[in-house]
């Protein structure tokens, strides 16, 4: 502990240096208590990086505040005037020249000191000191320049960073080290070499510690851009094409070069930091908050990692607000891999600086740009840069996870088996708004209208129309953190030996190891959602007929929701709004969500149709949350009574394809437990009666308020089963052997459309390609139906059966409409397809 006499060691120089730096610094001490660290009985001895007399002013009032013995106190075990080694010496200019021992001297002099002491021991702790890693918002431009970096800047201008960053200077404290424990494990042979090696070893602690805070040291761009061209690969390919070409050796390589430089980023600390000042204002300006759950977990998890952070993509602002959440949580900004359609005038350069590096969207046909892409990321994983991309290829349109593209995962997995070093670590990310920057440009996408072209003219104008709007708040939540070398062991026990046998050869069991992490990644984006107010409003007026309740319904609707939600927790990652009921309706009228309608019986709150289709995005954010509540409830649409064992069986059935297609947890024993949980839930909060012991369940009659909540929350799940039924009968009707599968996913998506406008549907994913290429794709992994000759579909009895089953959920209008529908599309040949949107980025 800290006694009065604490800084009575201490020269009056230093005394008045430190009151004089006393009102420029602010400290934060990474951890806040590191006295919990030291061992209080044993002598301490601190490690700093630099030598500096800022340095050691910072640590002393560092420890002091702490409760840490002083840096400046004598060492008398060890015979030092100070309890304090620096790594790196330099000549001083303001207190005369620097005549201390080199570190490995200083180092070997404790060890020496400790052979003659047996009993004893001495803590070495660690201790990294950086000044202005983060300035505030209110920071200006200059002390930008000043922020903490890679270089080991002089007195002056370390003096000038204290001035004007001193305010924001982080002292970490790694955890210590026992140096008898370090002597007992090493070879004393060569007390010299020992010296070294352990001054050699502290070096690279520190290195990983400043990569970790600050960012990695690639300031220049062209050394990583000379590594790529000199890899093995990358010249084979360039020998290949020279040959094919029979062009010169020079010619290629300049070729290579420039796919080189229009891929690799820029990174530059300063950039990164007045980015960072000037997003802080934009921010504020356009969002109402930006919160982060779970991201203590992500951090502890990252430590020894290559670190590939796998957000989910809704808007572009997912690059940058991830990038600036962490920044200012103290953690390097990744390298993000953007497409080259961002590569704009201006913004371009920008982004590259930031961290971006560009890639095609298609790589085909082009070895030389493949092989070059493919190096720069090894290059960047082998260095311990942390990565950041999208599996999903492009923007979501409709709210849900669009199929993964597991190119980005091949090529990291490939990387990395190249070059096994350190392990990688893939962290989901859900990224979840209360409106979308991008949402008038996605209904157009939607509507079939082509995508817009990014322009810098038009993102020059759509930045000056965003200020005028109110976007809520934005929340990102890490989910559980997915390590890829367990998995390389499940799929080949002896994949290390095999990759240093032929480390660029692909496995035949890397397929499957892609596709299983890629639908893990989706899976865990899924478990970390958030349940934001407008998710929730999306969740009930979408399931109303004409997108209108009263304001009573809507309370009791709210609570049932968020009692679902609650007490039938999906994961431990799932953050839901604390907001009540009324608070929630409040929001979402200041939002400009819903709208209130005045009537003497009671208010009712309603969504124009535009606003519709766009909650219908934030109705799929969360959909999957519900998923097993809403097929139980499904069973009591058109069902008075139903057996707990028919819910259960029918809900084994419907599972493989809503896993599917809401990426939930594959695991069909856990979605049965859900249903049950959902069961008793139900009657617990009387929507449901129990009769038999459980066994019959029976739910009230058509009028009462209970059936139109169960009703309400079965919708959520309906048009999926629609989507379903209109494959199965497409396919009857058609009959076997007829369409391939291009056609049916063709035929249906007409019928989807001609149901839609019919029913007026506000949900353009409803006739998605892409829902009913993955349903398809799903019956004919599970053998219900199979390719046969010249690529037609056949199917056996089971199909039928499905089709039966459909009954006990769909209406006999909806399923006559879907029938009716299906036979006239089988027997007319339509001269003009409706344009249908993909999706696609």
């Known amino acids: 502990m800290i006694g009065a006499d604490y800084g009575a060691h201490l020269p009056w120089w230093f005394r008045l240096a430190a009151q004089l730096l006393e009102p420029w610094v602010r400290i934060k001490r990474d951890p806040a208590e590191p006295a919990t660290l030291v061992h209080p009985d044993q002598p301490v001895c601190y490690i700093v990086e630099r030598d500096g007399f800022s340095d050691a002013l910072i640590l002393e009032r560092a420890c002091r505040e702490a409760g840490l013995p002083s840096p400046m106190q004598p060492m008398r075990l060890a015979r030092r005037r100070r309890s304090l080694i620096s790594l790196n010496k330099r000549d001083g200019w303001l207190f005369g020249r620097n005549r201390g021992r080199l570190p490995q001297e200083a180092l070997g002099h404790l060890a020496h000191a400790l052979d003659h002491t047996p009993d004893s021991d001495i803590q070495i702790v660690p201790v990294s000191i950086y000044v202005g890693r983060a300035p505030a918002r209110s920071s200006g431009w200059f002390r930008v320049l000043f922020s903490e970096n890679w270089v080991m800047v002089g007195r002056t201008r370390r003096l000038l960073a204290v001035l004007l960053n001193g305010r924001d200077t982080v002292v970490h404290f790694s955890a210590p080290v026992s140096l008898r424990a370090v002597l007992d494990d090493a070879d004393r042979s060569d007390s010299n070499r020992f010296a070294r090696k352990m001054a050699r070893v502290l070096r690279t602690h520190f290195r990983r510690i400043r990569a970790a805070v600050i960012g990695p040291d690639l300031s220049h761009r062209r050394t990583v851009v000379d590594a790529v061209l000199n890899a093995g690969p990358v010249q084979q390919v360039i020998q290949q094409v020279a040959h094919k070409e029979k062009a010169p050796i020079d010619k290629i390589l300049k070729r290579a070069r420039s796919f080189a430089v229009e891929i690799a980023a820029d990174y530059s600390h300063p950039v990164i930091r007045s980015v960072s000042f000037l997003l802080s204002n934009f921010w504020n300006k356009l969002y109402d908050g930006i919160a ?47 497409g080259v359609n961002l590569n704009l ?102 509507s079939g209208k082509p995508k817009e072209k990014e322009s810098l003219w038009g993102l020059i104008g759509s930045l000056r129309g965003l200020m005028k709007q109110r976007f809520g708040h934005v929340t990102l939540n890490f989910g559980e953190p997915i390590e890829l070398t367990p998995r390389l062991d499940a799929a080949h026990a002896d994949w290390r030996r095999a990759a240093a046998e032929d480390p660029d050869a692909k496995p035949e069991w890397l397929n499957h190891v892609v596709n299983g992490l890629a639908e893990q990644i989706q899976v865990n984006i899924n478990r970390c959602a958030d349940v934001n107010p407008i998710n929730l409003l999306a969740l009930i007026l979408l399931a109303t ?129 859900q249903l049950q949980l959902s069961i008793d839930f139900y009657v617990e909060h009387g929507l449901l009666e129990a009769q038999g012991d459980g066994r019959l369940l029976e739910r009230a009659p058509g009028e009462d308020d209970s059936t139109f909540q169960l009703r309400l929350v079965a919708r959520n799940l309906l048009q999926a089963f629609e989507r379903y039924y209109i494959t199965l009968a497409t396919l009857v009707r058609s009959g076997e052997g007829r369409l391939t599968a291009s056609e049916l996913e063709k035929s249906c998506t007409l019928t989807a459309q001609r149901l839609g406008l019919l029913s007026e549907l506000t949900a353009p994913e409803f006739f998605d390609k892409a829902l009913f290429r993955g349903f398809i794709q799903k019956l004919r992994e599970h053998k219900v139906i199979w390719v046969g000759e010249e690529s037609k579909l056949h199917f056996d009895a089971s199909l039928g059966d499905l089709a039966d089953d459909a009954r006990l959920i769909l209406s006999r209008e909806v399923r006559h409409a879907i029938l009716k529908i299906a036979q006239d599309n089988n027997e007319t040949s339509p001269e003009r397809e409706v344009p249908v949107p993909t999706g696609e980025d």
């Open 292 to 338: 982060m759950h779970h991201f203590d977990k992500a951090r502890a998890a990252a430590p020894g990692h290559e670190v590939v952070y796998v957000p989910s993509h809704r808007s572009h602002a997912d690059y940058l607000l991830l990038s600036y959440q962490l920044h200012h949580a103290g953690v390097v900004i990744p390298h993000i891999a953007a």
């Open 345 to 446: 005038p201006l913004v371009g350069p920008l982004l590259r600086r930031g961290g971006a590096f560009f890639m095609r969207r298609s790589f085909t046909g082009n070895a030389l740009y493949s092989a070059v892409f493919k190096e720069y990321l090894s290059q960047l994983i082998d260095r311990g840069v942390p990565i950041e991309y999208f599996i999903e290829g492009g923007r979501s349109r409709t709210g849900r996870l669009l199929a993964p593209r597991a190119g980005m995962l091949s090529m990291t997995i490939r990387a990395f088996l190249r070059a096994p070093h350190r392990p990688v670590l893939f962290q989901p990310v859900y990224i979840g708004y209360e409106r979308l920057m991008e949402g008038k440009s996605y209904i157009g996408e939607l």
């Open 545 to 673: 007929p004409k997108h209108a309740i009263s304001e009573n319904d809507l309370l009791d609707q709210l609570a049932l929701y968020k009692a679902l939600i609650s007490e039938l927790p999906y994961s431990d990652r799932v953050t839901l709004t604390p907001m009540e009921p009324a608070g929630i309706i409040a929001y979402g009228e200041q939002m400009g969500w819903i709208r209130r309608v005045k009537h003497s019986l009671g208010d009712v709150l309603v969504t124009d149709d535009e606003a519709a289709v766009l909650l219908s995005y934030f109705r799929n954010n969360v959909l999957h949350l519900l998923a097993a509540s809403s097929w139980v409830a499904c069973c009591f649409i058109n069902n008075r009574r139903m057996s707990r064992a028919s819910i259960l069986r029918l809900g084994r059935i419907i599972f493989p394809f809503i896993q599917s297609e809401l990426y939930l947890p594959n695991d069909e024993e856990a979605f049965s437990d």
